[in-house]
Structure formats: structure tokens, C-alpha cells
């Protein structure tokens, strides 16, 4: 069985150069996302920030940190200033509501957060994430907020199953990513496209991602 290190290499060599690789390490020891560290992964994704402070303390600035969980979810704890601090983007920011308390918090430690918006591309209602038909104007809204910067746009496909599922969904994403980029909006940098997890990433990159979340392809299927 190939090593985490040896996973991250073979993944980093598919990549282009502008392309960012994000190692999404729920439920990952330290010791295993530091060894991914020092394969060459610089950016490092927590869903959960209890685990993200327990991996924090082990490794600390060596990368970037991206929360990529679900701040609804874990609002209470996301929101703690000290928290906050930790984190040097927060990928899933989907309504004006938490944008705004997000924007409250960082502005009460200083701290500018770059933020992705993410776009529900299959329109499921199940599913976290601002629909298409809205994003413009809910960027529109975030935008005049001080204390975040949207840096651009991010949306999952389906976990499992054929990965050409997810191509409808890239594509859409694709072209409202170009749409509002074109609109030139204060304060919106559209530099980001996140897309595409361990089974769709190739997908996503024929479609115009540079940021991909790899989590099982580098670090294995978890143990129950």
C-alpha cells in the first residue's frame, strides 16, 4: 500500500503549477497530516474545529489552514476569536447571515478573512450552498462587508459514483465564476475556483479548477 507521502507526490505531479491542492484531513491524526506536510502539501483542510486546533497545536504555521466544514454546524465554535485565527480562508460561506457574523468576529481581532462562496450547482435542497440564480447578489451583499474578502467560488460534486456526474455542475460553476469576475465588483477577487474532491478532481480541472480538495486519495479510506 503506497504511503501518504508517495500519495501526495503522485497527486502533486497530475497538478498543474497554478493549480492549489488542498489535503482535506477530517478525521486524520497529526502525525499523518504531517507527513503530508513534508510530502509537499501547503494548505491543509478541517471540517471540524475541534479537530483543526488538536492538529494546530501539533504542526502550527508550516501551512495554510482552510476550514472547509460546514459553519452552520459549527458555528458556535468557528466564531470564538481564537479560532478565527487560526484559519487563513473559510471555503464554504453560503448566506448573508453568517458572512455577517463571521465579518463581526474578525473585525473584533483585526483580521481580513478570505472567504470562497459556495454555489449548491445541483440545485439540491438538501445540500449546503447558495443557488446559482442567487450568488450575485448575495456576493453583492458580502462584498461591502470590511472584515471578509471573497477570493472565489467553490461547489462539490457528488462524492462517489462516476465522476462525469460532477461535470454539469463544473461547468456551471465555471461560467458563473467568469460572469461575476467579469462584473469587476469592489472588493471581490475572483482568483479561486475550488472544485473537485478525490473521485472527480480530474473532472474538475478539465473544467477550469485551480483548487482541488484531495482527502482519501492522499491519506487512505479512514478505519472505522
Not at 129 to 157: R, Y
Request: glycine letters at 6%; hydrophobic letters at 40%.
Amino acid at each position: 500500500m503506497p504511503t501518504i507521502k508517495e500519495n501526495v507526490l503522485e497527486t502533486l505531479k497530475e497538478l498543474p503549477n497554478e493549480v492549489q491542492l488542498v489535503a482535506a484531513a477530517k478525521g486524520r491524526k497529526p502525525e499523518e497530516i504531517l507527513e503530508a506536510i513534508e510530502a509537499g502539501v501547503k494548505i491543509i483542510g478541517e471540517n471540524y474545529i475541534k479537530e483543526a486546533k488538536k492538529a494546530y497545536i501539533a504542526i502550527g504555521k508550516k501551512v495554510k489552514w482552510h476550514f472547509i466544514g460546514i459553519p452552520q454546524i459549527e458555528k458556535h465554535d468557528l466564531l470564538r476569536r481564537k479560532n478565527l485565527k487560526l484559519f487563513d480562508m473559510i471555503e464554504t460561506i453560503d448566506c448573508l447571515e453568517m458572512a455577517e457574523e463571521v465579518d463581526k468576529n474578525c473585525a473584533r481581532i483585526d483580521k481580513v478573512m478570505p472567504i470562497l462562496i459556495e454555489i449548491n450547482s445541483g440545485k439540491e435542497p438538501q445540500k449546503f450552498g447558495v443557488m446559482p440564480k442567487d450568488t450575485k447578489e448575495l456576493i453583492e451583499e458580502i462584498s461591502v462587508l470590511s472584515s471578509l474578502k471573497i477570493m472565489g467560488l467553490m461547489t462539490m460534486g457528488p462524492r462517489f459514483g462516476n465522476p462525469e456526474n460532477s461535470r454539469p455542475y463544473f461547468i456551471k460553476t465555471k461560467k458563473l465564476f467568469d460572469q461575476i469576475k467579469k462584473m469587476d465588483l469592489p472588493d471581490v477577487e475572483m482568483k479561486y475556483l475550488s472544485m473537485g474532491m478525490t473521485n472527480s478532481y480530474r473532472t474538475a480541472l478539465e473544467e477550469g479548477a485551480n483548487m482541488v480538495r484531495v482527502g482519501t486519495k492522499i491519506f487512505r479510506e479512514r478505519k472505522q
